[in-house]
């Protein structure tokens, strides 16, 4: 029975290697540059972002995401029209891993004042590879299964993801992007004989902030539907937010119809915020074999228009 639930897992593994799935973070609206290269520098600050990920707790084997990304106002080319970023994934499930860098430049262009049209590049740098050495099917020396590698290949190649997005003031955004517009196929191994198709995604994202009649509350609200013209997945979330002069903080639930409900909590202090999920599947899942979790971030204005403004402050911290 074990040996057979770690043959399924492999597969999983593999058909989600082949699949090439996007992570699905539970703070999406947190990530808006990951999925969207039209964000990149949208809110004239650098903003820093880690994300750590563990899916499915109680699986050998499960998922595993690492994400750190950053992006900014590109103030050199002398206006906050331009906006870059960085970033580096690692993501891994079961014997499949799938490394990402990329770079995303944005343009951001005024709309009568009040609402912004942004465009967005982002080229990527993809590596994956499948550890077949260590699939255990009972034969001696790995695995038997001409379908899958019997040692462990690796495979790299180029990508390229566009984006789109509309913003009104700091009240409500909408925008769509497409990854993996390349479509490239990774070879993996010397000779290339496995490979790995990366198709086209389509990501749809919104997002809406509704404020009371004092101040220091408000209720935000995001949405977002991804595809990969086969299969799709939505989400849509609510927190209420606390916006004090000593902090800010919120609490909300997201939910992904027929997959999972998501719970939110987090707290931002001087421009650091920490953020935790817990997402519970609704597919007949144990609730304590839900996904943990946590983002860090950290966030500074860089309008350096006001002279000596934030000339002083240091990340050498972060």
């Not at 499930?93 to 009040?114: D, E, T």
């Not at 003031?169 to 993996?188: E, F, N, R």
Request: with cysteine; hydrophobic share 40%.
């Amino acid at each position: 029975m074990k040996r057979l639930l770690f043959v399924l897992i492999v597969a999983l593994a593999w058909a989600r290697a082949v699949a090439q799935d996007d992570v699905a973070f539970t703070n999406y609206w947190s990530f808006q540059s990951f999925y969207n290269p039209a964000a990149a520098g949208v809110d004239k600050q650098l903003d820093i972002k880690a994300a750590f990920r563990i899916e499915m707790m109680g699986f050998e084997d499960s998922g595993r995401t690492f994400l750190v990304q950053a992006d900014a106002p590109l103030w050199f080319l002398s206006s906050p029209r331009h906006g870059g970023g960085v970033g580096f994934m690692n993501d891994k499930i079961g014997l499949f891993s799938n490394k990402r860098i990329w770079l995303q430049y944005a343009y951001h262009q005024p709309v009568r004042k009040v609402n912004r049209l942004s465009l967005g590049v982002r080229i990527a740098f993809i590596s994956d590879g499948f550890d077949g050495g260590k699939v255990e099917t009972g034969e001696s020396g790995g695995s038997s299964d001409p379908v899958l590698p019997t040692g462990n290949v690796t495979g790299s190649g180029f990508d390229l993801d566009l984006g789109l997005r509309f913003s009104h003031k700091d009240i409500w955004y909408a925008g769509v992007a497409v990854t993996h517009v390349l479509a490239p196929t990774v070879g993996l191994g010397e000779e290339k004989i496995y490979q790995i198709k990366v198709p086209r995604t389509i990501y749809a994202m919104g997002g809406h902030t509704l404020r009371f009649n004092r101040p220091e509350f408000s209720l935000k609200t995001a949405a977002m539907f991804r595809s990969e013209f086969k299969t799709w997945r939505g989400d849509i979330s609510a927190r209420f937010c606390y916006d004090g002069e000593k902090g800010k903080m919120y609490g909300g639930i997201n939910y992904s119809p027929t997959i999972s409900v998501g719970l939110l909590f987090g707290f931002d202090f001087h421009g650091v915020n920490l953020g935790y999920s817990y997402e519970m599947y609704t597919g007949g899942i144990a609730v304590q074999n839900g996904s943990h979790e946590i983002h860090l971030g950290y966030r500074m204005d860089m309008n350096f228009a006001k002279r000596g403004k934030n000339m002083h402050q240091s990340v050498r911290w972060l």
